[in-house]
């Protein structure tokens, strides 16, 4: 028995004698070259983005180290890291409008990172902490996009209302030259491809007052549901149509993610998509699709409440944990600012991805040499109304599930239940939003 | 002289060798305790307090968190009956179509291990991927079931936007990952049986049908009864399947318990209330697997 605890002893001291000198060489290798960790989505926009961080990164001797994660664990697992008191497992992360109003007291405020006042104002609103300091650095914009195969219609041949976006489907179908006319995803979490685009389109919202965005307002307001008002049953009545009458969108689309509803449209089956405009690049991807340059960007097709075509603009953008160390967070905004400061970078995203970059200035300069961002920016940036495309209190994912799972209830039974359903789901969105 | 180890006290009285032996077991244990024991009285502790996850105040708020569960409709009327309904299903499936196959890879004949082979693949293919490609094979566009259904000249169906046909998508990924794992306990039990009554049955002269139904049958019971309170249990808390190929949709239709609890827990954020719902459903599946193993041992006593 003795030489198996002889044996187990030089095991354990050997291990700790390993373990002391590669920590000795760490803290060399430390002293050489400092690191920044950056947890992320594996995605050409937020790459294209780190690369312009990479150049940063060698001239200033420090490592860039990326972990990219999966988008559909991505905001649970940074969640539960900001707020375990393991805040230093990254030092830059992916932040998404969605999230400002949950990581609003993790993140250190980053209005001194220099360039920020050459960014969009207005997706900014989600991303306030209660002291009002700013908890991002934009990094491209994801803005919904009106997407039609311009190799079948000439730009004014293109919808403006519903009602022509029926029709104009219905005729290329009819001729032969695509499938179906609209796809867009609408399963959970791609409610935007359909229900909500028409839905501002057609000047109506989820929660009343319609547009409103104030918590105080709309928690005084008991989170009242809008989806019983007129204008809802519309877009819910709209899309049932679509489907089951007028058969301009496949019968599978209420469980369709945009994996899916891009996959029909880069197939060159569809004639319509509405999607992020951070997609464009895929669809001028020759590898993975079928219509590269046959696609091109209008403004949203209107429905009978409204008179204007309407747009949403947000952003996607880089957050910094409040628990990493002075010296990290300094590098951290260094390493951001430059990202916000690098034209040709930024430029070069746009080309290579189609990620509309966060520093506006540019796009005058991008617009005038490139017919692409011209397109974009008249299909999205220059339309007026722009409206938020979430909510920013605490239980909005509980509420964007309780909307979703009754539109797609809605959508699953008879067209005349419509209102019905509509009006059971009510109480449901209502108690999702108070956390009851 | 006496030796260095003899002269050495033994540490909590033991002596050396199970001293050695608690060294060796003590990586396991240590493992055991952390990922495992910790993890649930840490979840079981959230289950009590108001434990956002964006926001742990972690303030004890009692029973609040499993009364909103254990008082939600879409739990009590769509959730559970979803899972049992699921698990009744998968395991009868499974069970039937393993014991089959079991029963003709227990025959001699030409290209068996080939056969074997190939019914054994699905074991190797993690349920996660096996639903991503399941998912795609009932897309109503590229989906190849549709095209089958077209060569029968049937019309196309859109497999995941109405409950019933989802979870028949859901179903056929489950059995065709397990049946597999039945079948391969069910051919050892098969082979271990004593061949006596089996020889037995043969001078008799019995039909195939009466030594399956009056000698295979009953002494596989044992067999079977694991087999079924096993995979029960982890058919209970299936979720990967369930996530990647219908998400609980349309609107909750095929929601089962673990992706409630995970709603709750980690789309909602909600950690004590997702807490709550996981206790919940440990107590459930105890209860079911005590109730069901006694019901499942009494027929094994009655077989014999």
Same mark, same amino acid.
């Given at each position: 028995m003795d030489w198996k605890l002889t044996a187990l002893r030089r095991t354990a001291t050997a291990a700790a004698v390993a373990a002391a000198v590669a920590v000795g060489f760490a803290a060399d290798a430390g002293a050489q070259q400092r690191e920044l960790k950056v947890g992320y989505q594996k995605h050409p926009i937020q790459d294209a983005s780190l690369d312009m961080m990479e150049k940063w990164a060698k001239a200033n001797n420090v490592k860039l180290t990326r972990i990219p994660m999966a988008y559909s664990v991505f905001m649970e697992k940074v969640t539960a890291t900001l707020t375990s008191g393991a805040g230093d497992q990254f030092d830059i992360i992916w932040h998404n409008d969605d999230w400002g109003q949950l990581w609003e007291k993790w993140l250190e405020p980053?209005?001194?990172?220099? $360039? &920020? $006042?050459?960014?969009?104002?207005?997706?900014?609103?989600?991303?306030?902490?209660?002291?009002?300091k700013l908890t991002v650095v934009p990094m491209a914009h994801t803005v919904g996009t009106f997407f039609y195969r311009s190799d079948l219609l000439k730009p004014e041949e293109v919808p403006k209302t519903f009602a022509e976006l029926v029709a104009t489907g219905q005729r290329l179908q009819k001729e032969g030259k695509v499938k179906w006319g609209y796809v867009g995803g609408m399963a959970m979490n791609n409610t935007w491809f359909s229900f909500w685009w028409t839905m501002w389109a057609n000047n109506c919202d989820i929660l009343k007052p319609l547009f409103e965005r104030d918590n105080a307002k709309l928690k005084a307001a008991n989170f009242e549901p809008a989806i019983t008002e007129p204008c809802h049953r519309e877009i819910v009545e709209y899309w049932w149509d679509a489907i089951?009458?007028?058969? &301009?969108?496949?019968?599978g689309m209420t469980a369709y993610t945009r994996n899916e509803a891009n996959a029909i449209f880069m197939a060159g089956d569809a004639a319509f998509t509405l999607v992020d405009s951070t997609h464009f690049g895929e669809f001028n991807d020759p590898r993975r699709s079928k219509i590269v340059g046959k696609v091109a960007m209008a403004p949203f097709p209107v429905g009978p409440r409204a008179q204007k075509p309407t747009s949403w603009n947000e952003i996607w953008g880089w957050g910094i944990p409040k628990g990493i160390s002075a010296e990290r967070k300094k590098l951290a905004k260094e390493a951001l600012a430059f990202m916000l400061g690098d034209e040709e970078g930024q430029m070069e995203m746009w080309k290579k991805t189609g990620g509309p970059p966060p520093n506006v200035r540019l796009w005058d300069k991008i617009a005038a040499q490139d017919a692409d961002f011209r397109m974009l920016k008249n299909a999205v940036f220059d339309q007026k109304p722009v409206t938020h495309s979430a909510y920013y209190f605490a239980e909005w994912p509980a509420v964007h599930k309780a909307y979703s799972d009754a539109v797609i209830a809605a959508m699953s039974g008879k067209r005349e239940d419509i209102g019905k359903v509509m009006q059971d789901n009510v109480e449901k969105i209502r108690r999702a939003a108070t956390g009851n | 002289m006496s030796s260095p180890t003899a002269t050495r006290r033994p540490f909590l009285g033991l002596d050396e060798k199970k001293r050695f032996m608690l060294a060796l077991i003590a990586p396991a244990v240590f493992a055991l305790v952390f990922f495992q024991i910790v993890p649930i009285f840490t979840g079981a502790n959230a289950s009590f307090r108001d434990w956002a996850?964006?926001?742990?105040?972690?303030?004890w708020v009692g029973l609040k968190n499993y009364l909103y569960v254990l008082r939600d409709p879409e739990f009590l009327f769509v959730v559970l009956p979803n899972t049992f309904g699921f698990m009744a299903a998968s395991v009868g499936c499974s069970l039937g179509l393993g014991l089959a196959l079991a029963l003709l890879l227990n025959r001699k004949f030409r290209g068996r291990w080939l056969v074997q082979t190939v019914i054994l693949?699905?074991?190797?293919?993690?349920p996660v991927i096996a639903a991503i490609m399941i998912r795609w094979m009932f897309n109503d566009q590229f989906g190849i079931v549709n095209v089958v259904l077209d060569l029968f000249g049937l019309a196309p169906v859109a497999w995941l936007t109405q409950r019933w046909t989802a979870f028949l998508a859901i179903l056929i990924t489950d059995v065709w990952l397990w049946t597999p794992w039945f079948t391969l306990l069910l051919l050892a039990g098969l082979q271990s049986l004593p061949p006596e009554p089996f020889e037995a049955a043969q001078i008799d002269a019995a039909t195939p049908w009466r030594v399956f139904r009056h000698i295979t049958l009953p002494m596989l019971r044992p067999v079977m009864v694991v087999c079924i309170v096993i995979r029960s249990i982890d058919a209970f808390r299936t979720f990967d399947i369930v996530w990647t190929i219908s998400g609980g949709g349309p609107a909750r239709a095929t929601e089962v318990f673990s992706i409630y609890a995970y709603v709750e827990a980690f789309q909602f954020l909600n950690f004590g209330r997702g807490s709550a719902a996981a206790v919940i459903g440990a107590f459930i599946i105890v209860f079911f697997a005590m109730g069901l193993y006694r019901i499942l041992n009494r027929w094994v006593e009655v077989s014999k």
């Amino acid at each position: 028995m003795d030489w198996k605890l002889t044996a187990l002893r030089r095991t354990a001291t050997a291990a700790a004698v390993a373990a002391a000198v590669a920590v000795g060489f760490a803290a060399d290798a430390g002293a050489q070259q400092r690191e920044l960790k950056v947890g992320y989505q594996k995605h050409p926009i937020q790459d294209a983005s780190l690369d312009m961080m990479e150049k940063w990164a060698k001239a200033n001797n420090v490592k860039l180290t990326r972990i990219p994660m999966a988008y559909s664990v991505f905001m649970e697992k940074v969640t539960a890291t900001l707020t375990s008191g393991a805040g230093d497992q990254f030092d830059i992360i992916w932040h998404n409008d969605d999230w400002g109003q949950l990581w609003e007291k993790w993140l250190e405020p980053t209005d001194d990172v220099a $360039g &920020i $006042g050459n960014v969009d104002k207005w997706p900014l609103d989600a991303f306030w902490s209660a002291d009002r300091k700013l908890t991002v650095v934009p990094m491209a914009h994801t803005v919904g996009t009106f997407f039609y195969r311009s190799d079948l219609l000439k730009p004014e041949e293109v919808p403006k209302t519903f009602a022509e976006l029926v029709a104009t489907g219905q005729r290329l179908q009819k001729e032969g030259k695509v499938k179906w006319g609209y796809v867009g995803g609408m399963a959970m979490n791609n409610t935007w491809f359909s229900f909500w685009w028409t839905m501002w389109a057609n000047n109506c919202d989820i929660l009343k007052p319609l547009f409103e965005r104030d918590n105080a307002k709309l928690k005084a307001a008991n989170f009242e549901p809008a989806i019983t008002e007129p204008c809802h049953r519309e877009i819910v009545e709209y899309w049932w149509d679509a489907i089951n009458t007028h058969k &301009i969108s496949p019968p599978g689309m209420t469980a369709y993610t945009r994996n899916e509803a891009n996959a029909i449209f880069m197939a060159g089956d569809a004639a319509f998509t509405l999607v992020d405009s951070t997609h464009f690049g895929e669809f001028n991807d020759p590898r993975r699709s079928k219509i590269v340059g046959k696609v091109a960007m209008a403004p949203f097709p209107v429905g009978p409440r409204a008179q204007k075509p309407t747009s949403w603009n947000e952003i996607w953008g880089w957050g910094i944990p409040k628990g990493i160390s002075a010296e990290r967070k300094k590098l951290a905004k260094e390493a951001l600012a430059f990202m916000l400061g690098d034209e040709e970078g930024q430029m070069e995203m746009w080309k290579k991805t189609g990620g509309p970059p966060p520093n506006v200035r540019l796009w005058d300069k991008i617009a005038a040499q490139d017919a692409d961002f011209r397109m974009l920016k008249n299909a999205v940036f220059d339309q007026k109304p722009v409206t938020h495309s979430a909510y920013y209190f605490a239980e909005w994912p509980a509420v964007h599930k309780a909307y979703s799972d009754a539109v797609i209830a809605a959508m699953s039974g008879k067209r005349e239940d419509i209102g019905k359903v509509m009006q059971d789901n009510v109480e449901k969105i209502r108690r999702a939003a108070t956390g009851n | 002289m006496s030796s260095p180890t003899a002269t050495r006290r033994p540490f909590l009285g033991l002596d050396e060798k199970k001293r050695f032996m608690l060294a060796l077991i003590a990586p396991a244990v240590f493992a055991l305790v952390f990922f495992q024991i910790v993890p649930i009285f840490t979840g079981a502790n959230a289950s009590f307090r108001d434990w956002a996850l964006h926001d742990p105040k972690r303030t004890w708020v009692g029973l609040k968190n499993y009364l909103y569960v254990l008082r939600d409709p879409e739990f009590l009327f769509v959730v559970l009956p979803n899972t049992f309904g699921f698990m009744a299903a998968s395991v009868g499936c499974s069970l039937g179509l393993g014991l089959a196959l079991a029963l003709l890879l227990n025959r001699k004949f030409r290209g068996r291990w080939l056969v074997q082979t190939v019914i054994l693949l699905p074991l190797m293919v993690a349920p996660v991927i096996a639903a991503i490609m399941i998912r795609w094979m009932f897309n109503d566009q590229f989906g190849i079931v549709n095209v089958v259904l077209d060569l029968f000249g049937l019309a196309p169906v859109a497999w995941l936007t109405q409950r019933w046909t989802a979870f028949l998508a859901i179903l056929i990924t489950d059995v065709w990952l397990w049946t597999p794992w039945f079948t391969l306990l069910l051919l050892a039990g098969l082979q271990s049986l004593p061949p006596e009554p089996f020889e037995a049955a043969q001078i008799d002269a019995a039909t195939p049908w009466r030594v399956f139904r009056h000698i295979t049958l009953p002494m596989l019971r044992p067999v079977m009864v694991v087999c079924i309170v096993i995979r029960s249990i982890d058919a209970f808390r299936t979720f990967d399947i369930v996530w990647t190929i219908s998400g609980g949709g349309p609107a909750r239709a095929t929601e089962v318990f673990s992706i409630y609890a995970y709603v709750e827990a980690f789309q909602f954020l909600n950690f004590g209330r997702g807490s709550a719902a996981a206790v919940i459903g440990a107590f459930i599946i105890v209860f079911f697997a005590m109730g069901l193993y006694r019901i499942l041992n009494r027929w094994v006593e009655v077989s014999k």
